[in-house]
């Protein structure tokens, strides 16, 4: 009988799991079943694998949590990251185990069928970036996320442990983010002495790895902060750290650790180099003169020039909506920049709203921004996400040049396209958006339904094509936008004069704007962005109109710019 081999099919999956919460949750039900498979193997040999039977008590302890209530706990980015880590470490350290016995060909046979479900390496590097995302994005601490503590999730706060830390780290570090590497290394550094000082906080699953230890630790930080004096600091410690005596933490001399030795001549190489650049002719410490206390570092020189992030205003400004910074919300309540806040109720002559009539708040006045509450009832969004669920993929842009579909990290999602050909809740809601905004959508796009991963996110973007050529396909560019929400913080910034836009969308509810003038040319104060969701999971859907069937609608004005 073929023997199907598991690993390689860990290692070859691109399920991109982490781009929608709704994936991770049949994740776990996958989970389920393979630790029912599992369970069966196990009682043919309990005693053999007494170890085996521990660790699989702990994932199904993980697992029953999980689906106690799964949207929950995938909420918790952390939770999130987590489940992703498990089938990359924890699954493939049991099937080696496994590997071994006679009984493995049924196991490996009966665990092959959930092979389709598995995340893959991308899904965690992209867990492991939504972290580093979420952390920029709200300003959070590297501890506080590792000990669970981020705003909005109270039901549940996991830990993670000096092998989670470090898979963070060095998803960074592969990525050649050495910024926020060395955050999470030393972290990660920290949680690992604590661990071999106190055994009991050392995690039950995953304890067979050997590749996660203190050295190995310091020297992916050492390679992350090379460009400081700080490198050659842990590297000193490296380089006279007994491999024999590392549980103890006991730092003699030891010249054999040819690693460190090659990388103390890389290290005080650049930094040579770039002393000289300054014009500094002084010498590069030795290991014994440098500070022995790594957490007493100046290095916000470094981090303002290389970070990359502190150079864009508009990054700086987008993330600070999301936060929701006293500063930068200050602008809105200014008098010139002050929203209307107009509520009325609205049934533009149409029969269908005569007693249900648009709840309508014209919240900016330009750009012409509205709000429609219970624009959807609580009936329909239950069945579009349902009904969306196993249509999402992967959400593309469209590439300026080429004009390709593509995958970007500035959008993180998956989306489903309904037509309303075949569903009458998609039909109702369609027509309703038409009588709404006295708009045609003959020539409109389908229903788009999206749903948000782990620090889900859509950076700052405009709806409308900047390039004609990209519409001339006898529709036109996209006039306007209909964007429904759940919950969420939709921020606007206005690059001509500085004005800020933010507004809190509910269960429900819908955003309304024109993407283009009067005269066709796209107005480029309707930049907007998705903020990364920084807990629980987001859903929304959108509809954008074309220009062709408006003619008669909404006419050309006399001003250029109306």
Excluded at 129 to 141: G, I, N, P, S
Excluded at 296 to 320: C, G, T, W
Excluded at 381 to 388: D, E, G, L
Excluded at 480 to 496: P, Q, R, S
Aim: aromatic share 12%; charged share 30%.
């Amino acid at each position: 009988m073929k023997v199907l081999i598991l690993a390689a099919t860990l290692a070859l999956a691109r399920g991109e799991f982490f781009t929608a919460l709704v994936d991770l949750e049949n994740v776990l039900y996958t989970e389920s079943g393979m630790l029912d498979v599992l369970d069966n193997y196990i009682e043919q040999q309990q005693k053999s694998l007494q170890k085996l039977r521990e660790t699989a008590a702990d994932l199904r302890k993980l697992n029953r949590e999980a689906l106690e209530d799964p949207e929950s706990f995938l909420a918790h980015p952390v939770h999130a990251f987590s489940t992703v880590k498990r089938f990359l470490w924890d699954w493939v350290l049991i099937e080696s185990a496994v590997r071994g016995d006679v009984p493995k060909t049924a196991y490996l046979t009966n665990m092959s069928e959930y092979q389709n479900y598995f995340p893959g390496k991308e899904d965690l590097s992209g867990a492991a970036a939504a972290l580093l995302r979420l952390q920029d994005t709200y300003k959070l601490e590297a501890k506080d996320i590792a000990d669970g503590n981020i705003e909005g999730v109270l039901k549940y706060q996991p830990v993670m442990t000096a092998e989670d830390v470090f898979e963070v780290g060095r998803s960074a570090y592969n990525g050649n983010d050495h910024y926020h590497a060395e955050m999470w290394l030393r972290e990660a550094l920290r949680r690992a002495r604590v661990e071999e000082k106190e055994p009991a906080k050392k995690p039950k699953i995953g304890t067979d790895r050997n590749d996660v230890d203190v050295p190995t630790i310091l020297d992916y930080l050492a390679y992350s902060t090379y460009s400081s004096y700080l490198a050659l600091h842990f590297v000193w410690k490296l380089s006279f750290m007994n491999p024999s005596r590392l549980f103890c933490l006991i730092f003699v001399p030891d010249p054999d650790h040819q690693r460190a030795k090659n990388n103390k001549d890389f290290f005080e190489y650049h930094i040579l180099e770039k002393k000289k650049a300054r014009g500094d002719t002084g010498d590069i410490p030795g290991g014994n003169e440098i500070e022995a206390s790594e957490d007493v570092v100046d290095l916000e020189e470094d981090i303002e020039e290389d970070d990359p992030y502190l150079q864009y205003s508009e990054r700086q400004m987008y993330e600070a909506l999301c936060r929701g910074d006293a500063n930068v919300m200050k602008n809105l309540t200014d008098a010139k920049n002050a929203r209307i806040l107009k509520c009325s109720y609205q049934h533009y002559n149409k029969p269908h709203l005569y007693l249900q009539p648009a709840k309508e708040e014209i919240v900016f006045p330009d750009p012409l921004l509205i709000y429609y509450r219970d624009i959807v009832s609580d009936e329909e969004i239950v069945h579009i996400k349902k009904t969306a669920t196993p249509r999402l993929k992967r959400a593309t842009i469209q590439n300026s040049v080429t004009g390709n579909l593509e995958f970007a990290d500035y959008r993180i999602s998956k989306s489903a396209w309904l037509k309303d050909d075949y569903d009458p809740v998609v039909y109702r809601v369609r027509r309703r958006v038409a009588h709404y905004t006295g708009l045609d959508l003959e020539t409109a796009e389908d229903l788009q339904v999206v749903n948000y991963g782990i620090g889900g996110h859509y950076e700052p973007h405009f709806d409308f094509a900047r390039n004609r050529s990209a519409y001339e396909n006898g529709i036109g560019n996209r006039i306007a936008t209909m964007l429904f929400y759940k919950e969420e913080v939709n921020a606007f910034k206005d690059l001509g004069t500085g004005n800020r836009i933010a507004t809190i969308l509910f269960y429900g509810s819908a955003a309304f704007w024109y993407n283009l003038f009067r005269n066709g040319d796209g107005n480029y104060r309707t930049r907007h962005a998705a903020c990364p969701v920084l807990s629980g999971s987001k859903w929304v859907a959108n509809i954008w109109i074309h220009e062709k069937g408006q003619e008669f609608r909404r006419k050309c004005g006399l001003n250029a710019k109306e």
